[in-house]
């Protein structure tokens, strides 16, 4: 089939790597550069393991600072927004155990699936990519947050993870670069299959063979709606004239939730807006941290990427602003210095925000849609994972595409 994929964020990007490999021809359409909105400056982490959704019975707890607060990592500022206010009532009706449980147990499945997708196209493109293995540490500050996380372990355990606890003295012996700060936490858990990559120069990778091997890159171009013929999309309209293809996939992140409004479907898809630095590091042993690290207490992860570090974090739930306020950004390079201060000079931060794609369980939207047309499937709301479901996902879309659509 010709199949025209929406979207070239790292999602859209590996659907299409996934449905050429299977013999389809592929066009991309995106209005920007490859991996030019979230995927971009993401937190780099390749989280297989650790996937805890935000909508968390934890949250109620922390409501009031969610909604007053000007320092809360997790940021939520109601707007005159219809879709605003359906999904925020949609989250939180998901902040309860069971939901929790049974979401982290399918993001689990979609993670372990996208694991083994990933290493295959590793095989088959060989990014260069600064791909590193060296495992994850999750900070605890208090020993109430570390008997919280010790739940959550126990729960992921009985679905495959490998993970321990750990003293903050084995937090420093993993990574040194901790020596410093481990006295000031409770401890830590640890998953050593954790992996780390550039996002953006994955996705730049994955344009360059896909191109060699005939797919077709319309970048720089406007999806404005589709032409539809009977229960099918005919084709997709855009600034540079229609494109017909026999099916479509919509991986625009973001901005699915007002397309897919124009076909008959609601997506529960909402920006959850995040921040990152990038930052090059001290080559002194000891110095910056080759593990991945996550400060539970501050939301900020780090993860080694190469030369440089980047520092992500916060999530703000304020609609399609994309400014980037310093205030946000002196909060990342604050937490570096306090966690990692021979890290890096923090002389050029290169600041960044993305608009992460959620939906209210977490859970991403992969496949056909009741209401919308049959040869339409959608590949969208992974939030802050979509580095680490993408592969997944992109097998997903591939044997929905084999199966006859549900009359």
């Not at 099916?247 to 973001?254: D, P």
């Amino acid at each position: 089939m010709h199949v025209c994929v929406l979207g070239a964020g790292i999602v859209g990007l590996a659907t299409a790597w996934q449905l050429e490999r299977q013999g389809h021809q592929v066009t991309v359409i995106d209005r920007a550069a490859p991996g030019a909105g979230a995927s971009g400056g993401n937190g780099a982490q390749l989280s297989y393991s650790y996937v805890q959704p935000l909508a968390d019975p934890s949250i109620w707890k922390q409501l009031p600072k969610l909604l007053l607060s000007p320092h809360s990592p997790l940021k939520l500022r109601p707007q005159l927004d219809p879709l605003q206010w359906r999904w925020g009532l949609a989250f939180l009706a998901a902040c309860n155990a069971r939901t929790s449980r049974d979401t982290t147990a399918q993001l689990l499945a979609l993670a372990a699936q996208s694991r083994t997708a990933f290493e295959a196209m590793q095989a088959d493109v060989a990014p260069d990519c600064d791909f590193s293995a060296t495992g994850k540490l999750v900070l605890y500050a208090s020993e109430a947050a570390l008997d919280g996380a010790r739940a959550q372990l126990e729960l992921q355990r009985t679905m495959g993870s490998a993970q321990r606890i750990v003293s903050p003295a084995e937090c420093a012996a993993i990574e040194p670069a901790l020596a410093g700060y481990a006295s000031r936490i409770a401890g830590a858990v640890y998953t050593p299959s954790e992996c780390a990559a550039d996002c953006l120069k994955v996705c730049a990778e994955l344009m360059r063979v896909l191109s060699t091997r005939g797919v077709r890159f319309m970048l720089g171009t406007d999806v404005h709606g589709f032409a539809r013929g009977g229960s099918r999309v005919a084709a997709v309209r855009t600034d540079a004239g229609d494109v017909e293809a026999d099916a479509f996939v919509m991986a625009l992140g973001a901005a699915s939730h007002r397309l897919g409004r124009a076909l008959g479907a609601y997506l529960p898809v909402y920006p959850l807006k995040g921040y990152s630095i990038t930052v090059e590091v001290d080559p002194a042993p000891g110095a910056a941290p080759h593990v991945n690290v996550t400060d539970s207490a501050r939301k900020v992860v780090f993860a080694r990427i190469g030369s440089r570090l980047r520092v992500a974090g916060m999530a703000e739930l304020v609609g399609h602003d994309a400014r980037i306020p310093a205030t946000r950004i002196e909060t990342l390079a604050a937490a570096t210095r306090a966690l990692f201060p021979q890290a890096s000079r923090l002389e050029e931060l290169h600041p960044w925000t993305g608009m992460r794609p959620a939906t209210p369980k977490g859970l991403p939207i992969i496949g056909r849609l009741a209401g919308a047309p049959s040869n339409m499937l959608f590949n969208t709301g992974h939030g802050a994972l979509g580095f680490t479901l993408a592969f997944g996902s992109a097998e997903r879309i591939a044997q929905a595409l084999d199966a006859p659509p549900t009359p």
